[in-house]
């Protein structure tokens, strides 16, 4: 079983830039899919980005390519969201999650494992 703790939130002006991190314990995060999920006041969970298990791949929701960078770092057992050029539409609270299946997926239903969440606000 592993364990997840989020950080890196904060408050940021639009067009800024913020680094979340995942920190993953007890086992290493290469057993998982990991994905990044967010939720904004009076909205679902929804899909942010995922990476596989070997890092080979990765998956975005559109609103967020070529802005957002999934990644993961093996000897600090991290998982990172690098999110640029931030929009006032990213305000949210973000989670990290893990899941036990073998390929990305955006349902936030078929992932396992889930951290506190932490937030992150855009101001216009």
């Known amino acids: 079983q592993v364990q997840l703790v989020e950080s890196g939130g904060g408050l940021v002006q639009a067009g800024g830039s913020l680094r979340l991190s995942c920190a993953a314990s007890?086992?290493?995060?290469?057993?998982?899919?990991m994905g990044w999920f967010r939720q904004a006041p009076g909205k679902e969970r929804e899909f942010v980005a995922a990476?596989?298990?070997?890092?080979?791949?990765?998956n975005y929701r559109d609103s967020v390519k070529g802005r957002f960078t999934i990644s993961g770092d093996n000897a600090k057992n991290t998982v990172y969201l690098q999110m640029n050029n931030l929009k006032p539409e990213d305000t949210a609270v973000y989670y990290c999650?893990?899941?036990?299946?073998?390929?990305?997926?955006?349902?936030?239903?078929?992932?396992?494992?889930w951290g506190q969440g932490t937030q992150v606000t855009v101001s216009s």
């Open positions: 999650a893990a899941s036990t299946r073998r390929t990305i997926m955006a349902a936030p239903a078929l992932y396992d494992y």
């Open positions: 990476i596989n298990r070997s890092g080979s791949d990765t």
């Open positions: 007890g086992r290493s995060f290469r057993n998982y899919v």
